[in-house]
Every structure is written in C-alpha cells, then in structure tokens.
C-alpha cells in the first residue's frame, strides 16, 4: 500500500518537473483516475466477505400445513427459560406459497410464545477489523392483525467456552436487530422483508478468539416468522492503509490546485 503511494506521488511530481505541460485539468486526470481505482481497490470493505452459512428452513421436510420440532443440526433451542421452537410448512392461510421473496420455499421458521429461542454456533472466531453480518427475512403473519414485531437477530460471543449458548452471565450479548425497532423493516400483511444486523468489531480485540453465536428471539407475545437467515463475514482494511491513501490523495488534490493557481498567475 505504502509503495503504490510512493509511486504516484513519484509520477506527480515527475509530471510536475515538466510544469510547462500542466496547464490544463485534463492532465490530473490519469493520476486521479489511478488513485481511485486504487482507493476502492484496496479500500474495499468487501474485498474478502464471505459466507459463514444460510438456512432455508427447507429441510427436513414436513407435509403442507403441519409442523414439527425438530431442528436441522446445528440448531438447538435455548433453554434459559420456557422454549419451544417450530418447523413448518408454510400455511396458505398465514403466507403465500411458494414463499415470496425475500424467503423462499415453501417452509419457515416459527417461535412462538415469549421469550422462545434457539441458537447456533456459528463456527467463525471473533477476531479484529471484521464486520459479521446477520440477516434475514422476516414475515407478517396475514391471519392476525399484529406486526409480528417481536423477532430478534442477536450476536453472542461464546465468552465461557461451551461451544453452546447459556446468555448472560455466561456470554456475552454483542446486540441486536429487533421488530419493535424504529430501523427495523416490517413487512406488509402475508409478506416478507429483509432485516440484519452487522457488527464491525473495529480494533477491539476484547472478544478476540472467542467464537461468535447467532441467537433468533422471540421476546414477546405470538409468534415470530423466519426465512433465508444468513451470516457474512467481511474484513475491514487496516485503518493504516485507508488513512494513507486518503491522506495522499488530499495532499495530492491540494497540492495540483496551488501549483495551478500559481501557474494562472504567472
Ligand atoms: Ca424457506
Ligand atoms: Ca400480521
Ligand atoms: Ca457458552
């Protein structure tokens, strides 16, 4: 990174021993349109996202208008208090099938009853300069008049090394996305919508090493709908890097415009 820079500001200023040359903005250009390019290039907060998982719901598979309690692994309810979690085909009656984006399929998700649960170990160690990302669609049950508000995407860190979920006290609560929110997307009636929730763990390495769990709430009365619930990870560039290049880049700007002013004057 440190290079890349050293060479462009080379260029400039090899540009800039040939001054007579410069008299016009289409020269800054090039070096402009390369600094960019390198700025997004390597400043890329995406450069290295990745998958960590996605679940549909889609299996195993249950007959239309029935459920079942069973979980596809790693899942597991929460047993902090009064849980119970439920596998579904989709209901004609609560949403149309097959399912409309943003779920898909033709099953679901469903928590009901307060404070339901489950969670799963996401596999992924927490370390620096991540982003972790949780998403999912979110439904409104079309058979009652309630939002469904009462869906939460939370994130954990496995502080007591179980390599399961006990909450507070034992692990530790990173946050939330949540129905009731006023950033929250609450879809219409029989609809879906895309809600998540990211944490960028910065230079923070207080919960470095411990491993990250995903943790689906309900915490209120009736039920909460769930589909497509996913988990990305991303790496943040070194903060070192970003500030060089716009640094430079500034530099670079402020330095063109004086000497072109001072060229007008001349
Ligand atoms: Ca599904
Ligand atoms: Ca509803
Ligand atoms: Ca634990």
Redesign the pocket.
């Known amino acids: 990174m440190i290079l890349i820079f050293v060479i462009l500001a080379r260029a400039d200023r090899h540009e800039n021993s040939a001054t007579a040359v410069v008299r016009n903005g289409q020269k800054c250009l090039p070096v402009l349109g390369i600094l960019l390019v390198s700025f997004f290039a390597f400043g890329s907060r995406d450069a290295e996202a990745g998958i960590v998982f996605t679940e549909t719901w889609e299996s195993p598979v249950v007959a239309a208008n029935s459920t079942t309690t069973l979980l596809p692994a790693p899942w597991g309810e929460f047993t902090g208090g009064a849980m119970s979690s439920i596998l579904h085909a989709a209901d004609a009656n609560r949403f149309a099938q097959p399912l409309p984006s943003p779920a898909g399929g033709n099953q679901v998700l469903e928590l009901a009853g307060t404070n339901t649960g489950i969670f799963r170990m996401s596999g992924e160690a927490l370390q620096i300069n991540s982003i972790f990302t949780l998403s999912a669609a979110i439904g409104n049950d079309a058979t009652l008049g309630a939002a469904n508000e009462f869906w939460s995407l939370q994130l954990w860190a496995?502080?007591?090394?179980?390599?399961?979920?006990?909450g507070s006290g034992?692990?530790t609560f990173i946050g939330q996305q949540f129905g009731s929110s006023s950033t929250a997307v609450t879809a219409a009636e029989g609809q879906w919508a895309l809600n998540s929730f990211s944490f960028e763990t910065g230079g923070d390495d207080s919960l470095s090493g411990q491993e990250l769990?995903v943790f689906l709430n309900n915490f209120d009365t009736g039920s909460s709908y769930y589909d497509n619930v996913s988990l990305s990870v991303s790496t943040v560039p070194e903060p070192s890097s970003v500030c060089i290049l716009s640094v430079g880049l500034l530099a670079l700007i402020v330095g063109r415009r004086r000497r072109e002013a001072h060229l007008d004057v001349c």
């Not at 496995?158 to 006990?166: A, M, P, R």
């Open positions: 496995d502080t007591n090394g179980s390599s399961s979920f006990e034992s692990d769990i």
